[in-house]
């Protein structure tokens, strides 16, 4: 078993058929080797204000550098651009075969991400624009110091 599975119990009354779904994944999964059980409260997923950040800087990157599609360096979109910043963060890609026989990269999905991983996100991409020159539009920049100054206020 390579995945996490999360179970979300939101009552007494869930308990039960939950803790039998766990039961049964750590059984399974125990045919592999050891597995971690982990109990917490639930995360909360990133906001709309935390997305509506990562907009301008995708944008910032997408229009001064090149990425290599198909062996080929062009200009990528926001949204290739997206891809490739949550495949790293997540260090890890999952594929699966596409219905003509060639493969399908599956992304990770920022709408279930949780605010920390966010946070994560964009220190990632502001990470990348440091080392690689990117010059930030004001509205980029704008919304990079008013994220500084709440992560440092937290």
Known sequence: MNRELTYHIKGLGDVRSKMQLVW????????????EV??????????????AKLWP???DVATQQQLVIDGALVWAT?????????????????MAQGIDGGMVVLGMR???MRKQEFSDLIELIYAYGAENGIQWS??????????REVQEAA
Do not use: C
């Not at 409260?41 to 990133?46: A, F, H, V």
């Not at 926001?78 to 999952?94: C, G, I, N, P, Y």
């Not at 004001?138 to 994220?147: G, L, M, R």
């Open 78 to 94: 926001r949204e290739d651009w997206k891809d490739v910043f949550t495949s790293a963060l997540s260090r890890h890609q999952r």
């Open 57 to 59: 800087m995708l944008e």
């Open 110 to 112: 920022t709408s279930k």
């Open 24 to 35: 049964e994944m750590v059984n399974k999964g125990l045919q592999a080797g050891a597995v």
């Open 38 to 51: 982990v109990l917490r409260r639930p995360s909360e997923i990133r906001s709309l204000s935390q997305n």
């Open 138 to 147: 004001e509205k980029a920049q704008a919304v990079f110091d008013t994220y």
